[in-house]
């Protein structure tokens, strides 16, 4: 079957401007993550799905990102008035049984967002 | 809290020698559980091996083989025979059972090179 995708693949925009990332998880997956990644800070979570409901936004970093999920599949993480030091790949996961750590996760390709 | 080191940011080796990827990790959970992640040059994450907190045997899949020891609070790495396809980041990760989300916390990646 199909695997986690991520879309776009790049996306350049303007400090200020907003943009909006999209991730559809592999069919079935309860649990869907996004992570982000840059060279400052590594690989770090920033939000966490069970369905359609947030349990844990812990890791957002600022007010200006927020997420979303429909009908328990599709996630969009959106980000607000874009800043510089938002350019990283952002990452999407998904798995089974997400009350169950042992259970792995599935990455898509990621978004490589870069602000000008 | 929680913590991932990987104290080797780059590793060369030459093909076919055998190489050992260091991870220590940190967590007050008593239950947890940690992952090898493979960040190839395409950018996607690939899931290798895993094992939870209540499991110390160490085992062998193929060339990979991990070495897992709670008293030193260590998750180590090793595969055999090197080859260039094996050239990539690898990531270890945490994921604990308390947090609800099992988001993973990742350490900063060692890059290996294979060098043919």
């Known amino acids: 079957g199909a695997g986690v995708s991520q879309s776009p693949s790049n996306k350049v925009t303007e400090k200020g401007k907003d943009v909006e990332l999209r991730c559809d998880p592999i069919?079935?997956?309860?649990?869907l993550y996004w992570y982000r990644q840059s060279l400052g800070q590594g690989l770090e979570f920033l939000i966490y799905f069970q369905g359609n409901s947030a349990p844990d936004k812990s890791g957002l970093p600022s007010d200006r990102f927020s997420a979303e999920r429909t009908g328990g599949s599709v996630s969009t993480l959106t980000i607000q008035r874009t800043q510089q030091e938002d350019s990283a790949v952002y990452l999407c996961?998904?798995?089974?049984?997400?009350?169950?750590?042992?259970?792995?996760?599935?990455f898509g390709p990621g978004t490589r967002l870069t602000v000008l | 809290a929680q913590k991932v080191t990987q104290a080797q940011t780059e590793i060369s080796v030459v093909e076919k020698e055998d190489v050992t990827l260091d991870c220590v990790y940190e967590?007050?959970?008593?239950?947890?559980?940690l992952f090898w992640y493979k960040q190839p040059p395409s950018g996607e994450l690939v899931f290798l091996i895993r094992r939870n907190s209540f499991d110390e045997q160490n085992e062998i899949s193929g060339r990979y083989s991990w070495n897992f020891q709670k008293s030193t609070s260590s998750f180590n790495f090793t595969i055999t025979a090197s080859q260039v396809v094996d050239s990539a980041v690898y990531f270890c990760?945490?994921?604990?059972?308390?947090?609800?989300?099992?988001?993973?916390?990742f350490g900063t990646g060692t890059r290996l090179t294979v060098i043919p």
């Open positions: 990760a945490l994921s604990e059972s308390q947090t609800g989300a099992n988001n993973l916390f």
């Open positions: 996961a998904s798995s089974l049984a997400p009350h169950d750590s042992y259970n792995e996760q599935f």
């Open positions: 967590t007050r959970d008593t239950t947890y559980y």
């Open positions: 069919s079935g997956h309860t649990a």
